[in-house]
């Protein structure tokens, strides 16, 4: 479905990506770690056009998307919820689900709101709410939201679970393996946080430095030792534990 | 703290002391933030006192501007979203930090200009200070970067270390351990208790890594629709009724793979154990 070839980005003179090749294939779920500042982040952007990659090729659907405008990849089906929120400011809640909701047919809005709202009733209590004034985890649970009211058909999730209770952070893996599931949406998924990562994923990629550096199933790499090392052991367990 | 028609913060009253970490914790849009933006000047409480004692004197943070906050009662910040300053140096931003104490030598320009001692003395004691932080978060190398074009977990730590540049009694935190790595969050906590024991400053932490926060608190305060719902010691909140069904979940203890299993501490195994995957709850909020 996505396939990202010999893909380079810059910042500047900073080479954020170099040269990295990945498949996402049509109803999978895939996960991408690596430690802050590999570049999994400006992979994500990239696909989406913002920045471009200065050389490779990025293709969705057998189609070249590398040059495309950043509005018509959206069109083609693929939604992200960003680092960072990224939600309107000055909108309210349910304003910011309209403009997700924009690319997607009409009909299906209020029964795509529902389900948002079912997922998170937090934004149901804020809908009127400007977005500005949602706290940081309400925030990404919009960011969230917004993303599936397009109906996507790649989501892309960047660090879904940051600065989410316990509590949502377990629901939003539960979410994202439904959609996956039910709705047939393809996931490509970045997190720190990579035990859940990898627990959720058909299959997972390494990156270290704007490469990839090794590739498997979720289950292959939650046991190869050099991942261990590198990314799921910290001296304690990192995972966000509740009892 | 009221905002319009809603009720942000609730009859909210808890301490916090030197020499301990105090943990907030709680749902998503419980308050958490308000709190810090009250204590930190941002906002005004709508009622209410809030009180810092500093060597005998008592500051009611709720009367001062948010500069005077900072600058005689002692109390620095971090915010959810990184706000450094991007475009100067890393060392730059630790430097900025330490304004007060160099413009106050500088007899507000004028000893600066005319390069006199007492001036000279205060800029060498602040890059003094500006290097030991740079040096606990790890950072002495990267000195010279521009602070925006910095690794995020590098962001948080650098954020951390502008604000003990500004030698606080009281650091908040809101949440320094989100989009970090497991080794990240593991050197964040080793930070925070030198910070506690060493420094012997009182650190307030708004955070939902319960690895961070079950490990390194002496105290928990848990906050849901502004009010408090929950206050002890670790092991205490951790089990309380409300604060499981507001916040942490029901833990279930379901399979793990075995080569995994086989593979990890059994500390490690514990912990996945109970993040184990769940049906959907109805009632989870």
Known sequence: MLTVRGVHTFYGNIEALRGVDLDVAAGEIVSLIGANGAGKSTLLMTICGNPRAARGTISFEGEDITHEETY????????????GRRIFPHMTVIENLQLGALVAPEEHFKDDLRRVFELFPRLRERQTQRGGTLSGGEQQMLAIGRALMSRPRLLLLDEPSLGLAPLVVRQIYDVVREINEQQHVTIFLVEQ??????????????????RITMTGTGRELLTNREVRAAYLEGGQPTVRVGG | MRFGGLVAVNDLAFQASDREITAII???????????????????PTVGRLTLRRDGTEFYLEQMDGFRIAREAGVARTFQNIRLFPRMSVLENLMVAQ???????????????????????????ALDLARFWLDRVNLTDRADWDAGNL??????????????????VLLCLDEPAAGL????????????????????????????????????????IVLDYGRKISDGDPETVRNDPAVIRAYLGTEEEEELPEEVAEDLPPEMVRALRSFEDRPHEEDGH
């Open chain 2, 26 to 44: 709680g749902p998503n849009g419980a308050g958490k933030t308000t709190v810090f933006n009250c204590l930190t000047g941002f906002y005004k």
């Open chain 1, 72 to 83: 018509r990849i959206v069109r083609r089906g693929i939604a992200q919820a960003p680092e």
């Open chain 2, 99 to 125: 304004h007060n104490t160099l413009m106050r030598a500088s007899g507000f320009s004028l000893a600066g200009l005319l390069g006199l001692p007492r001036y000279t003395r205060a800029e060498r004691e």
């Open chain 1, 193 to 210: 946080n990579a035990f859940n990562a990898l627990r959720l994923a058909h299959r997972g990629y390494v990156m270290v430095t704007g």
């Open chain 2, 151 to 168: 690794p995020y977990g590098a962001q948080r730590r650098l954020e951390i270390a502008r604000a003990m540049c500004t030698r606080p």
């Open chain 2, 181 to 220: 790595n497991a080794r990240e969050s593991y050197e964040l906590n080793e930070l925070l208790i030198d910070i506690r024991d060493r420094i012997g400053i009182g650190v307030l932490l708004i955070e939902h890594d319960m690895s961070v926060v079950m490990q390194i608190s002496d105290h928990v």
